[in-house]
């Protein structure tokens, strides 16, 4: 079992109400979602599994039966944010999610399942949307 990796993403006050960012690590694009309502916070990969578009920070949130949901804007493949997997199509894949931590009104996401190195004297943290 791998030992977290907490990654500095932003303070509270830089994400949107309702909404998500797209965060670069490495790499790779990371989700990073907070429902205001809820008080609630989540991450996945940006990447759409259904036509591999970076696209699921900028879709909808909502819920499935308390299940916490992301909608891609492209053709509306709905995904689980706490394990994955698509809500609405089960011949589509599952997404990659990942655990946030907001500590003192700082975000931090668990980068420890993504398997990149961030090349050194490069900047960790960059909001790409
Ligand atoms: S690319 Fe995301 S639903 Fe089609």
Redesign the pocket.
């Known amino acids: 079992m791998s030992s977290q990796n907490w990654f500095h993403v932003c303070s509270v006050q830089d994400m949107p109400h309702n909404g998500g960012v797209c965060v670069k690590y490495g790499d790779h694009q990371i989700a990073l979602y907070y429902f205001t309502h809820r008080n609630e916070w989540y991450a996945s990969q940006n990447l ?1 599994p ?2 591999q ?1 970076m ?1 699921l920070s900028r879709g909808m949130l909502g819920s499935q039966q308390g299940e916490p949901k992301v909608a ?1 804007p ?4 709905t995904f689980s944010l706490k394990d994955g997997h698509c809500l609405n199509d089960e011949t589509c894949g599952s997404i990659a999610v990942y655990e946030v931590r907001v500590k003192d009104g700082q975000v931090y996401i668990d980068v420890s399942d993504i398997e990149q190195e961030v090349p050194a004297g490069e900047p960790a943290s960059n909001m790409c949307s």
């Open positions: 759409c259904h036509k578009q696209a891609c492209f053709h509306k493949k």
